[in-house]
């Protein structure tokens, strides 16, 4: 698929758009083929791949300005990311947990800010939140020991986040270290259905020391330095995967236009009339999933831009889209891969590509189905469910 020349200028008509925008999405998208298949044998991205993805300025866009990133407004970094994830969903992935590791560094010491800035806003960021070390107080800081499973990035990364418990503590708080990644060991543990690219090894620490200056909670302020992406970053960190699948579903759609336009769906009688309605079924179901997905962004960015309170329903809404999102987009690259028959099972296809993608991305715990009880749970302890009366669709909650 080639970006039209409207989407180009209208990308560039974004003051806040990074440097080379979708000119540089252009030339990744056409030069990209090539890497597909050594992405799926590496099971992480090709350096080629990288350096495209820092030349565009993926990992500086949400990075703070005064460390020389571009502190993007998130509805033009998520539309970036959605745009790629129509190229590949890997490269997608990468593209969005490791550009929003920086959400959550303004949480260290501006010290700590400082050092990790001091080569260049570029930095790539990779890690696991889940709570998967253990580590003991020392003098000055913590002797770390662990296992995280998928750091996905973490071939790539300059800096690893791992999520740890104190040793022996009766009630132990999850405290975040932030560390080089030459301190990591990697485990290249990632051989996948699907996301192939993403590189999203085990990562190991063997009795590592880490500063306390680089030791935080991810869930306390203070921060170091203040802003709209950096504020409540769990919010939009969740966004982040809608995008990729709502990428992947476009571009599935977009596969199946393609055969049709080539004449490969419809050499039996009655096969392009089916063919015409699964298209249409595919399409309404991406432009009402697309549609809740803008207006979820659309109110958390006017939340976080207006210093909001951490609202649990918010949250939970936000994580509940999420789980919609999946299952919806799952649906629709499968009609998708169903509708091209034979011609989408061979690994030239890019249909059978996004299926193995789409299915392993909609696998993520932060949009698992089980999500909807902790949604339905803040619903009913934070919103007068009298429906009658506005209830759940009061202002508060649309903007």
């Known amino acids: 698929m080639q970006l039209k020349k409207a989407e180009v200028m209208n990308m560039h008509s974004d003051p806040d758009t990074i440097d080379n925008g979708l000119a540089g999405l252009a030339e990744m998208r056409s030069g990209l083929e090539p890497h597909i298949r050594e992405m799926e044998e590496l099971c992480h991205l090709p350096q080629a791949v990288v350096d495209k993805l820092r030349q565009i300025g993926i990992f500086?866009?949400?990075?703070?300005?005064?460390?020389?990133?571009?502190?993007?407004?998130?509805?033009?970094?998520?539309?970036?990311?959605?745009?790629?994830?129509?190229?590949?969903?890997?490269?997608?992935?990468?593209?969005?947990?490791?550009?929003?590791?920086?959400?959550?560094?303004?949480?260290?010491?501006?010290?700590?800010?400082?050092?990790?800035?001091?080569?260049?806003?570029?930095?790539?960021?990779a890690g696991s939140a889940q709570a998967q070390g253990v580590g003991k107080r020392v003098a000055g800081g913590w002797q770390i020991t662990g296992r995280w499973p998928l750091a996905s990035g973490c071939m790539a990364?300059?800096?690893?986040?791992?999520?740890?418990?104190?040793?022996?503590?009766?009630?132990?708080?999850?405290?975040?270290?932030?560390?080089?990644?030459?301190?990591?060991?990697?485990?290249?543990?990632?051989?996948?259905?699907?996301?192939?690219?993403?590189?999203?090894h085990h990562i190991c620490l063997d009795d590592v020391f880490v500063a306390d200056d680089f030791v935080f909670s991810i869930s306390a302020p203070p921060l170091a330095l203040?802003?709209?992406?950096?504020?409540?970053?769990?919010?939009?960190?969740?966004?982040?995967?809608?995008?990729?699948?709502?990428?992947?579903?476009?571009?599935?759609?977009?596969?199946?236009?393609?055969?049709?336009?080539?004449?490969?769906?419809?050499?039996?009688?009655?096969?392009?009339?089916?063919?015409?309605?699964?298209?249409?079924?595919?399409?309404?179901?991406?432009?009402?999933?697309?549609?809740?997905?803008?207006?979820?962004?659309?109110?958390?960015?006017?939340?976080?831009?207006?210093m909001g309170p951490v609202d649990p329903l918010r949250l939970a809404a936000t994580i509940q889209l999420g789980v919609f999102i999946a299952r919806a987009t799952l649906d629709i690259v499968r009609r998708c891969f169903e509708l091209a028959g034979s011609t989408a099972v061979y690994e030239h296809s890019p249909l059978q590509r996004r299926l193995r993608d789409i299915q392993v991305a909609t696998q993520h715990g932060l949009i698992s189905r089980a999500n909807f009880i902790a949604g339905g749970k803040a619903l009913m302890e934070t919103v007068d469910l009298d429906l009658r009366n506005g209830g759940i669709f009061d202002d508060r909650n649309v903007k």
Not at 94 to 116: D, F, M, Q, T, Y
């Open 60 to 125: 500086r866009m949400l990075a703070p300005r005064r460390f020389g990133g571009q502190e993007m407004r998130f509805p033009s970094a998520l539309e970036l990311i959605r745009r790629i994830s129509t190229v590949d969903a890997s490269i997608a992935w990468v593209a969005a947990i490791n550009s929003s590791g920086c959400l959550i560094l303004p949480k260290l010491p501006l010290a700590s800010l400082e050092r990790i800035y001091g080569s260049g806003p570029d930095q790539i960021i």
């Open 157 to 200: 990364a300059e800096w690893i986040l791992t999520c740890f418990k104190e040793d022996q503590a009766l009630d132990p708080v999850v405290r975040a270290a932030m560390l080089p990644a030459n301190e990591c060991r990697i485990e290249q543990t990632w051989r996948a259905m699907g996301l192939r690219g993403t590189g999203s």
């Open 226 to 306: 203040d802003g709209p992406l950096y504020r409540q970053p769990a919010h939009l960190i969740a966004l982040m995967h809608g995008a990729v699948q709502l990428g992947v579903a476009q571009a599935a759609v977009m596969d199946v236009m393609d055969l049709l336009r080539q004449g490969s769906l419809t050499d039996k009688e009655g096969r392009r009339e089916l063919a015409q309605f699964e298209l249409g079924v595919c399409h309404a179901k991406l432009k009402a999933t697309e549609s809740a997905f803008e207006q979820q962004v659309k109110s958390d960015w006017a939340n976080a831009l207006e």
